[in-house]
């Protein structure tokens, strides 16, 4: 016997997974847990019995409802699925996911689409905080054909900018959860920052490495991982984050001086392997860091004059290029602007089949909120 849960596979940016109604899943949350890794075929190593991809980047899952938020559109729940474990993470933001959120929500009949573009605000439950993002619209239609190119997915499709000036403090309620610009973890100087998602910022030198390593020469580096673990997992702590073993939070990135003729280099970690290219929370949180004096990004990148940039930032895959406006008057930062465009594809269409002892169809969510509360 099987539970059918419709379902729509999206890519999302340079990610990729099904995007769900909450009405549609169980809204205890031990079973959505099982529910989520029997869709994504957790834990196996190459998710053989689900529809995950075999990485990280691909075993991402957004789940979607309308929102009751003045002035929002939409409430949306990230989920992590970890291929090889049974985590199941619901801490974290994932920019390239979101993406895909406003197409799925008009084409769901949650937003009422403009010409020729809507604008729809939507409220990531995970973070807290609301993401505008502008859609190409034409006559009142979602469509994914277009002339916008994203390094990471080969050729073109519609634009889709988004705006993350509100996300600053997104977990912690801080820019800087520590109160401080840089700071000593593992005889290292870093940098913690919040902005999209809490990250730690680690000087590649520091390590031993260079930051313009390859994504196989990084994932390979057992060492490397272990220490990135240990100084993110301190730095966690000291953010107010409690216990971050098992989370993908806070996000450990290498930062290196540019090669080509970017902002700065970086190599960004999900949290135990090298992304391929580069996370957009990752990216607003580096970006922010660039503009703010006395960071060890700042230190590092190579920046104009001027409080509006265009942060470039040098990942394994290309380039992901974010646009800055901030501003530090007697000691307050303001984040007026920190936006991006990407790019997603509806991919496929139908049901999730879900074995039935898993989760017999019963005891439904209303919404996104229930299941972040977990029931």
């Not at 929002?72 to 993470?89: A, H, I, K, R, T």
């Not at 916008?148 to 959860?177: H, Y």
Request: aromatic share 4%; charged share 20%.
């Amino acid at each position: 016997m099987i539970t059918r849960i419709p379902a729509t596979l999206y890519r999302g940016g340079t990610s990729k997974g099904p995007l769900l109604l909450a009405h549609d899943l169980p809204a205890d949350r031990a079973t959505l847990d099982a529910v989520l890794l029997a869709a994504m075929g957790s834990p196996h190593r190459r998710q053989i019995d689900g529809i995950g991809g075999a990485e990280t980047l691909t075993s991402k899952i957004a789940i979607v409802s309308k929102s009751a938020r003045s002035g929002v559109d939409v409430d949306y729940l990230f989920v992590q699925v970890n291929p090889e474990s049974d985590v199941v993470d619901y801490s974290s933001n994932c920019g390239n996911m979101l993406s895909a959120v406003g197409p799925f929500a008009i084409e769901a009949g949650l937003v009422a689409a403009g010409d020729p573009h809507t604008r729809v605000s939507i409220f990531n439950i995970n973070t807290r905080s609301t993401i505008e993002v502008i859609l190409s619209t034409p006559g009142g239609e979602v469509t994914f054909d277009g002339d916008a190119a994203i390094d990471g997915v080969p050729g073109t499709a519609a634009p889709v900018r988004q705006n993350f000036a509100g996300t600053v403090g997104s977990k912690t309620g801080r820019l800087l959860p520590t109160g401080r610009r840089s700071e000593q973890i593992d005889g290292i100087e870093v940098s913690c920052i919040d902005v999209a998602v809490p990250m730690v910022i680690v000087p590649a030198g520091a390590v031993g490495v260079t930051g313009h390593e390859t994504k196989a020469q990084l994932d390979a580096d057992a060492a490397l991982i272990d220490r990135l673990a240990t100084i993110r997992i301190e730095a966690g702590r000291r953010m107010g984050l409690g216990e971050c073993s098992a989370l993908v939070i806070p996000k450990p990135v290498l930062v290196a001086a540019p090669r080509s003729g970017g902002t700065i280099a970086s190599r960004d970690f999900v949290p135990f392997n090298c992304h391929a290219t580069y996370s957009v929370t990752g990216s607003m949180a580096l970006a922010t860091a660039c503009m703010l004096p006395g960071t060890v990004a700042h230190r590092i990148a190579h920046l104009r004059e001027g409080a509006r940039q265009t942060v470039a930032i040098e990942h394994p895959g290309g380039i992901i290029e974010v646009q800055m406006h901030a501003r530090e008057r007697e000691g307050e930062f303001a984040l007026e602007e920190a936006s991006l465009l990407r790019t997603c594809r509806k991919l496929f269409e139908g049901n999730l089949c879900i074995p039935t002892r898993v989760w017999d169809g019963h005891g439904k969510a209303r919404d996104a909120m229930e299941l972040a509360a977990g029931g």
